[in-house]
């Protein structure tokens, strides 16, 4: 930092903003919680043990069966897994309760057109 000119200057500004704005309110965060769910679904298939995240789910599944979300992240995890039939199942299930999610048709499309590929001779 102190090969960076000028620090003085900026170190002076951050204080002095700090203290006109410290009986502001508080900055309120914008969340989008379906943002924050997508992202976390592609975190979760992509790093998380796959065999961990299939008992997680299932026992998500059993006691919330209509849990699109879980079953969408259940349908990718398995795919991950090369378990493409039973995922297209999951997938298919929840594209008929979604279809129009892009994320979620995108996904589905993939693993679907995977399954196909792994028929033909």
Not at 28 to 47: A, G, H, Q, S
Request: aromatic content about 8%; overall charge neutral; proline content about 7%.
């Amino acid at each position: 930092m102190m090969t960076h000119p000028a620090i003085e200057d900026r170190m002076a500004y951050v204080t002095s903003w700090i203290e006109d704005h410290k009986d502001g309110t508080p900055p309120t965060l914008k969340l989008n919680p379906v943002e924050f769910e997508r992202i976390l679904t592609r975190l979760m298939v992509e790093y998380n043990d796959t065999t961990t995240e299939l008992g997680r789910l299932e026992q998500i599944l059993q006691r919330e069966p209509g849990n699109i979300l879980a079953r969408y992240r259940y349908g990718l995890v398995l795919a991950r897994s090369n378990r493409i039939p039973e995922a297209v199942i999951q997938l298919k299930e929840v594209l008929a309760r979604n279809a129009f999610n892009p994320y979620m048709l995108r996904d589905s499309a993939r693993c679907i057109f995977s399954a196909a590929s792994l028929i033909r001779p």
